[in-house]
């Protein structure tokens, strides 16, 4: 790319992202580049090590019982004493359920941290993945380990705990080495630290040695945190929540330090104005990503926590803002399993895994979020409860566990509901069947060109998925392509994307959506929805999508294709739909206006139309390989990745080809429906 073309990049993302945002970037890289960012660091460790010298240890929470979490784990006893085993072994699980080895890599570093960004800046490897590096060093295995130990105290849960600890330390010198190059992975890192230490200390292996340079450790790891604020205020996201609550941990767990009161203030001061920026009325957050959404309600659990402990409460303002964030991600979740849409960004975080649900429930963060911050139940009792015991939001009475199975017998009732910043949800009555049309309103940067993606539910299974992420960092194709229009459940024209590509992570002239209308029929049984983006305004294109829910089992999703203001009337444009399909067994028909596709799934049947002008033609792709039409391989098409790292088979339906505007396809899903027998059954 030629310096011109970045200057004009940088230029147009500084107009987008505002001056606030602008101005902390560049403040963050003329520090770094001129050196103050060292300076400010060697001199703010020097401080920490000064006041740490003799302080003690002020704990964080009252520790749940050994009995209550027996009860609430139920039948999971035994899987949560299994991974404290794998982890005594040397393994741990990362990004949901992958194993790998446990152990930081112990190359000590010599270069400070700082040096090492701007190394980074200039590297040219693009399969450098800094998140394999960080991933064993988040210290993310603690919690099960902590859990298990406060079930059955093993000596050598730990003891492997100080092992780890100590081998850190020996290896990775403060602020030397990739380890200290973010002070989100420090921050997260921190709370994890604190986490172990409250639950270990009891431990004959805790000794008082080993508990003085673990404090002297979290005060060092403190005092890393400011010196980069500002690219955590530019990036305007989890990264500036996860510092400012790392800042809060120390300030109260080292309360005896004499920085403790600024930094809890700070953490504090960035915590609450970081909320009021980030979430918005409506509930959704600043990153449209459901895995981020999560992590970010943790966040919020946990300094609800600490602020408990302190006798503070949350502005009025957050809290209803937290309430809505809860209540948004609720809303998305499929309550047969805990699933939700995989929305946006999804990095494979899970920050604090304090219950034995897998990775892709996410109701053990929404029943605590609804119990802190809507002081109602989400769902009835299950393992997805250990989470609030340790938050402090549930003291695992049986009484009122026995009452939140009662009040999750209320299934909501709202066929229809809206977000005005992120999508809208239609139901069908029995809640069987369910899709997701995203209309966002952009209020920062863009994670990903999903605008009109269709997600479709049908009993538990996400059968029109969104692809998700993969990686991050790799070389292409796969370079965070899955971020773009292409491979989502959309309409693209002309081979691009609906907004400007400027990066991995920067989307530029941001796309507008509009709900055109909305309308429930009783009499007829149907629930629809239309909506619009301006995206393809530059090619005087129109587009318009109507998604419909017939009889609660037959979907259908209409996409018109209009010239816009006189524009486009007699030119030809390359159209794309895509459909990414849960994996499954399938046969393809052509009929006379389209083609047909039965699916099968769980022994039950789906039939899938599409229907187009003649022109159109049919591909599918598995596994980045074409299986039906012309062509050998479509790389990224085909994948989805449920996880970070992870890439899994799937379906891709393409339909393809040039029409002169205005047109129409038109996509019909036909669900199974439930004989009176099989209702009888249930």
Same mark, same amino acid.
């Given at each position: 790319?030629?310096?011109?073309?970045?200057?004009?990049?940088?230029?147009?993302?500084?107009?987008?992202?505002?001056?606030?945002?602008?101005?902390?970037?560049?403040?963050?890289?003329?520090?770094?580049?001129?050196?103050?960012?060292?300076?400010?660091?060697?001199?703010?460790?020097?401080?920490?090590?000064?006041?740490?010298?003799?302080?003690?240890?002020?704990?964080?929470?009252?520790?749940?019982?050994?009995?209550?979490?027996?009860?609430?784990?139920?039948?999971?006893?035994?899987?949560?004493?299994?991974?404290?085993?794998?982890?005594?072994?040397?393994?741990?699980?990362?990004?949901?359920?992958?194993?790998?080895?446990?152990?930081?890599?112990?190359?000590?570093?010599?270069?400070?941290?700082?040096?090492?960004?701007?190394?980074?800046?200039?590297?040219?490897?693009?399969?450098?993945?800094?998140?394999?590096?960080?991933?064993?060093?988040?210290?993310?295995?603690?919690?099960?380990?902590?859990?298990?130990?406060?079930?059955?105290?093993?000596?050598?849960?730990?003891?492997?705990?100080?092992?780890?600890?100590?081998?850190?330390?020996?290896?990775?010198?403060?602020?030397?080495?990739?380890?200290?190059?973010?002070?989100?992975?420090?921050?997260?890192?921190?709370?994890?630290?604190?986490?172990?230490?409250?639950?270990?200390?009891?431990?004959?292996?805790?000794?008082?040695?080993?508990?003085?340079?673990?404090?002297?450790?979290?005060?060092?790891?403190?005092?890393?945190?400011?010196?980069?604020?500002?690219?955590?205020?530019?990036?305007?996201?989890?990264?500036?929540?996860?510092?400012?609550?790392?800042?809060?941990?120390?300030?109260?767990?080292?309360?005896?330090?004499?920085?403790?009161?600024?930094?809890?203030?700070?953490?504090?001061?960035?915590?609450?104005?970081?909320?009021?920026?980030?979430?918005?009325?409506?509930?959704?957050?600043?990153?449209?990503?459901?895995?981020?959404?999560?992590?970010?309600?943790?966040?919020?659990?946990?300094?609800?926590?600490?602020?408990?402990?302190?006798?503070?409460?949350?502005?009025?303002?957050?809290?209803?803002?937290?309430?809505?964030?809860?209540?948004?991600?609720?809303?998305?979740?499929?309550?047969?399993?805990?699933?939700?849409?995989?929305?946006?960004?999804?990095?494979?975080?899970?920050?604090?895994?304090?219950?034995?649900?897998?990775?892709?429930?996410?109701?053990?963060?929404?029943?605590?979020?609804?119990?802190?911050?809507?002081?109602?139940?989400?769902?009835?009792?299950?393992?997805?409860?250990?989470?609030?015991?340790?938050?402090?939001?549930?003291?695992?009475?049986?009484?009122?566990?026995?009452?939140? =199975?009662? %009040?999750? $017998? &209320?299934?909501?009732?709202? #066929? !229809?509901?809206? *977000? /005005?910043?992120?999508?809208? +949800?239609? @139901?069908?009555?029995? =809640?069987? %069947?369910? $899709? &997701?049309?995203?209309?966002? #309103? !952009?209020?920062? *940067? /863009?994670?990903?060109?999903? +605008?009109? @993606?269709?997600?479709?539910?049908?009993?538990?299974?996400?059968?029109?998925?969104?692809?998700?992420?993969? *990686?991050?960092?790799?070389?292409?194709?796969?370079?965070?392509?899955?971020?773009?229009?292409?491979?989502?459940?959309?309409?693209?024209?002309?081979?691009?994307?609906?907004?400007?590509?400027?990066?991995?992570?920067?989307?530029?002239?941001?796309?507008?959506?509009?709900?055109?209308?909305?309308?429930?029929?009783?009499?007829?049984?149907?629930?629809?929805?239309?909506?619009?983006?301006?995206?393809?305004?530059?090619?005087?294109?129109?587009?318009?999508?109507?998604?419909?829910?017939?009889?609660?089992?037959?979907?259908?999703?209409?996409?018109?294709?209009?010239?816009?203001?006189?524009?486009?009337?007699?030119?030809?444009?390359?159209?794309?739909?895509?459909?990414?399909?849960?994996?499954?067994?399938?046969?393809?028909?052509?009929?006379?206006?389209?083609?047909?596709?039965?699916?099968?799934?769980?022994?039950?049947?789906?039939?899938?139309?599409?229907?187009?002008?003649?022109?159109?033609?049919?591909?599918?792709?598995?596994?980045?390989?074409?299986?039906?039409?012309?062509?050998?391989?479509?790389?990224?098409?085909?994948?989805?990745?449920?996880?970070?790292?992870?890439?899994?088979?799937?379906?891709?339906?393409?339909?393809?080809?040039?029409?002169?505007?205005?047109?129409?396809?038109?996509?019909?899903?036909?669900?199974?429906?439930?004989?009176?027998?099989?209702?009888?059954?249930?």
């Amino acid at each position: 790319m030629t310096f011109a073309k970045r200057l004009w990049l940088a230029f147009r993302a500084a107009r987008e992202l505002g001056i606030a945002q602008t101005c902390h970037y560049a403040w963050y890289q003329l520090t770094l580049r001129t050196g103050l960012t060292e300076q400010m660091s060697r001199k703010a460790l020097e401080r920490a090590l000064n006041g740490a010298r003799g302080v003690g240890f002020q704990p964080l929470f009252e520790l749940p019982s050994a009995h209550s979490l027996r009860v609430v784990l139920g039948d999971q006893v035994g899987a949560l004493l299994d991974e404290a085993e794998e982890i005594c072994a040397g393994k741990m699980r990362v990004f949901g359920s992958q194993v790998m080895e446990l152990r930081v890599p112990p190359k000590k570093a010599d270069l400070w941290f700082t040096q090492i960004e701007r190394s980074l800046n200039r590297s040219e490897n693009e399969d450098f993945d800094l998140k394999m590096v960080w991933e064993a060093a988040r210290f993310g295995w603690v919690y099960p380990l902590a859990r298990a130990y406060r079930l059955q105290s093993q000596e050598r849960y730990a003891e492997r705990f100080w092992e780890e600890i100590e081998s850190f330390l020996e290896n990775h010198p403060p602020y030397t080495g990739f380890q200290w190059l973010s002070a989100q992975e420090v921050a997260l890192r921190l709370i994890a630290w604190t986490f172990g230490f409250q639950v270990f200390r009891g431990a004959s292996s805790s000794t008082e040695k080993r508990q003085q340079r673990l404090l002297e450790a979290l005060a060092i790891h403190a005092a890393r945190i400011p010196s980069t604020v500002h690219y955590a205020f530019a990036q305007n996201n989890n990264h500036l929540l996860s510092e400012a609550v790392g800042l809060m941990t120390a300030g109260w767990v080292l309360a005896e330090h004499p920085l403790a009161r600024s930094w809890w203030q700070q953490g504090w001061n960035w915590f609450v104005s970081g909320l009021r920026r980030q979430i918005a009325e409506d509930g959704t957050y600043v990153q449209h990503s459901t895995n981020y959404h999560r992590l970010m309600l943790q966040l919020a659990l946990w300094a609800h926590l600490l602020a408990v402990g302190r006798g503070e409460a949350f502005p009025e303002e957050i809290t209803k803002r937290l309430a809505e964030a809860a209540r948004w991600l609720k809303d998305c979740c499929e309550p047969r399993n805990g699933c939700v849409p995989n929305l946006g960004p999804n990095d494979g975080a899970y920050i604090q895994p304090l219950s034995q649900s897998p990775f892709e429930d996410f109701r053990p963060v929404i029943q605590s979020a609804y119990r802190a911050f809507v002081g109602e139940v989400a769902f009835g009792a299950g393992c997805w409860d250990e989470m609030s015991l340790w938050y402090g939001v549930w003291q695992g009475e049986p009484s009122a566990w026995e009452e939140s =199975r009662k %009040t999750a $017998a &209320a299934v909501q009732s709202e #066929r !229809f509901s809206t *977000r /005005p910043n992120s999508w809208v +949800l239609l @139901h069908s009555q029995d =809640r069987s %069947t369910w $899709a &997701a049309l995203r209309c966002p #309103r !952009f209020f920062s *940067r /863009p994670t990903h060109a999903d +605008l009109l @993606h269709v997600d479709l539910w049908w009993e538990g299974i996400n059968l029109a998925c969104d692809a998700g992420t993969y *990686r991050y960092t790799a070389l292409p194709p796969w370079d965070n392509s899955l971020s773009e229009a292409f491979y989502h459940n959309t309409i693209t024209i002309n081979s691009c994307n609906p907004m400007t590509r400027a990066g991995k992570f920067l989307w530029l002239d941001w796309a507008k959506t509009k709900i055109l209308e909305w309308r429930m029929d009783s009499v007829r049984n149907e629930v629809m929805v239309g909506a619009e983006h301006n995206g393809y305004r530059s090619f005087g294109v129109r587009l318009r999508r109507w998604l419909t829910l017939q009889d609660d089992h037959r979907w259908v999703i209409q996409d018109e294709l209009e010239p816009s203001r006189g524009k486009g009337q007699l030119s030809r444009h390359w159209i794309g739909l895509h459909w990414l399909i849960h994996p499954c067994n399938w046969q393809v028909f052509t009929e006379e206006e389209g083609w047909r596709l039965l699916l099968q799934l769980d022994a039950r049947q789906i039939c899938l139309r599409l229907r187009a002008p003649r022109q159109f033609r049919l591909c599918i792709v598995q596994a980045g390989r074409v299986v039906f039409g012309e062509g050998e391989e479509r790389m990224v098409y085909g994948f989805r990745s449920p996880n970070y790292n992870l890439l899994q088979p799937a379906l891709s339906v393409i339909l393809e080809g040039q029409a002169t505007l205005p047109t129409t396809l038109e996509t019909i899903w036909d669900l199974p429906v439930k004989s009176t027998y099989q209702d009888e059954k249930a």
